[in-house]
């Protein structure tokens, strides 16, 4: 569903060191060893989720209509 929600492919991973932290981490450690780029290789990729083409516009018109009542109704606080 996130695949089709983005409408973009999501790449899963073989193994789990991989995220927001695990490359803050090695572009600390590059930082501060003067590693090279070497160290921030991609993850080997296991599989990769694809959108559901014939739930796409669905889900971009539901967020459409989620957007439109966002704007309206942001101010009423």
Request: charge should be neutral.
């Amino acid at each position: 569903a996130i695949a089709t929600a983005l409408d973009m492919p999501i790449d899963l991973p073989v193994a789990g060191d991989f995220g927001g932290a695990f490359g803050a981490a090695r572009l600390g450690m590059m930082a501060a060893t003067g590693a090279g780029a070497a160290l921030a290789t991609a993850p080997q990729i296991d599989r990769v989720i694809e959108p559901d083409r014939r739930l796409t516009s669905a889900f971009a018109e539901a967020h459409a209509r989620y957007r439109a009542c966002y704007t309206a109704l942001k101010g009423l606080h």
